[in-house]
């Protein structure tokens, strides 16, 4: 049974540039968060999708936006690159309502904007 | 806003010895989770406690919950050099799924 998977595993970007980071989650999950970590700082959570749209979200600019398709799948977009989106970024699916004793996190997809 | 901290930030210790990591934070809450992270990879979960006095133990790791004093410890015994990762503890902010993490505890056994 696959886990969540995450494409790419690793980008680099430069300043300015759009990137589109891919997850599709665990069998049986619904339900897609997206998280950032910075190098030497935990996770911040960016965002979760349910039923193809946006529940929740953190404290991040609009230039971070979502998609979840039908099958479950999402992506993460992030317009107009900084420096400091420089991040490990982290997709974790579960099924909705379960809470996050059974959230399933994936490799993540390590960004690099120069 | 809610916040978790641990401490300490890094911690050096010899194979053998025991140790105690904190995790704080500022809001109640009964859910709290330990995960580990190797460098470069994901979140290895750990622990789940679900309640005031939780206790739970896995090998040489032990993790405990109070509510009322809003800490949990992660409790390390007789460490061994493949302990060495990042162990980060995480709070359930009342939202499904979604984790405030604190800043990591960055393990490093020596023989």
């Known amino acids: 049974d696959a886990g969540v998977t995450q494409s790419p595993t690793h980008l680099i970007k430069t300043r300015g540039q759009q990137v589109t980071l891919r997850c599709s989650p665990k069998?049986?999950?619904?339900?897609v968060s997206w998280y950032q970590q910075a190098l030497g700082q935990g996770p911040q959570f960016i965002f979760q999708y349910y039923e193809e749209e946006e529940r929740q979200r953190g404290n991040f600019p609009d230039r971070f936006s979502g998609h979840q398709f039908p099958n479950y799948s999402s992506e993460l977009n992030v317009n107009a690159l900084l420096l400091g989106d420089s991040a490990l970024y982290l997709c974790a699916s579960s099924p909705y309502y379960s809470g996050a004793n059974v959230l399933t996190f994936g490799a993540g997809s390590r960004l690099t904007v120069l | 806003e809610l916040k978790v901290e641990q401490n300490p930030l890094f911690l050096s210790m010899q194979e053998g010895k025991n140790y105690t990591i904190y995790c704080n934070y500022s809001t109640t809450s009964d859910r709290l989770y330990w995960y580990r992270q190797d460098p470069g990879k994901s979140l290895e979960s750990l622990f789940v406690l679900l309640s005031n006095g939780a206790v739970k133990q896995e090998g040489r790791l032990m993790a405990s919950l109070d509510t009322k004093a809003r800490l949990s410890t992660l409790h390390i015994t007789a460490a061994v050099h493949d302990l060495s990762a990042t162990y980060f503890c995480a709070v359930d902010s009342g939202n499904t799924d979604k984790l405030i993490f604190g800043t990591g505890t960055r393990l490093q056994v020596f023989p």
């Open positions: 069998s049986g999950h619904d339900t």
